[in-house]
């Protein structure tokens, strides 16, 4: 007779910097280890103590909580942090991640504009992989849309299992945004899906990272396929609490964010009794 036991993946749960904005970099590790998160994921952005290896180190040692992987500075606010050409931007992220213990580099699509970048992005991000024992965990995005209106802003593909990598991120606000299915992009990732930013969202223009269990994605859903699969990657919660009234009501989303993704990852399996 088989009886129910509960299975605790290996993966570990991170906390993103960007969770914590407007905050600084700072302010996320002492939170990440005061909630008990496993570790935290560095968004590289224009605070500067995150584009400062041996800052980071510091605070890596003096929380006591590890550093599992580094955003690289892709968005648009972080045009010119690391470099104005992209591809010193990633070799840096990963000579950061390798200083620092980090086992992912996470990295969006180019944007359309970004045009010989977006050309040799594939073929480059496969012979930065082979160099490095750090994953390049290429990040789903989303079409912009404003009104009626909508605009490819990423290239090759802002789907990008539509393209050949190693590794994949998925982002559950990117999912929502996009208004794909989440389960069916992950299937298609396969074994290649390596990082995890967990997330919801409700299907607007706008990309909300909201706490887990708060929007229509399958948030609880796809972190039991995770359980259920032996997934070894990080799940990194990234979260929007521009919104929180004070630090304490940020602390206790973050504090939901992880219950909840902890809760979900302990998944039931049925052995056989002996």
Known sequence: MAEPVVRIPDAKVALSTASVYPESTATAFEIAARLGYDGVEVMVWTDPVSQDIEALRRLSDYHQIPILAVHAPCLLITQRVWSTDPWVKLQRARAAAEKLGASTVVVHPPFRWQRQYARDFVSG?????????VRFAV????????????????????????????????????????????????????????????????????????????????????????ALSGFDGHVVIEVNTRRAMSGAEREADLAEALAFTRLHLASAVKVPRR
Not at 125 to 133: C, F, G, K, L, P
């Open 125 to 133: 991000i496969w012979r930065m992989a082979n160099e490095t024992d």
């Open 139 to 226: 990040e789903n995005m989303y079409p912009w849309r404003y009104r009626d209106r909508e605009m490819l802003a990423y290239a090759p593909e802002w789907d990008v299992t539509k393209d050949d990598y190693r590794h994949f991120t998925i982002d559950l606000s990117h999912t929502a945004t996009a208004r794909t299915d989440a389960l069916q992009m992950i299937d298609r990732m396969a074994d290649r899906l390596g990082h995890v930013h967990l997330a919801d969202g409700n299907g607007s223009n706008k990309d909300e990272h909201l706490v887990p269990g708060r929007g229509t994605q399958p948030c609880a859903e796809l972190l039991e396929r995770l």
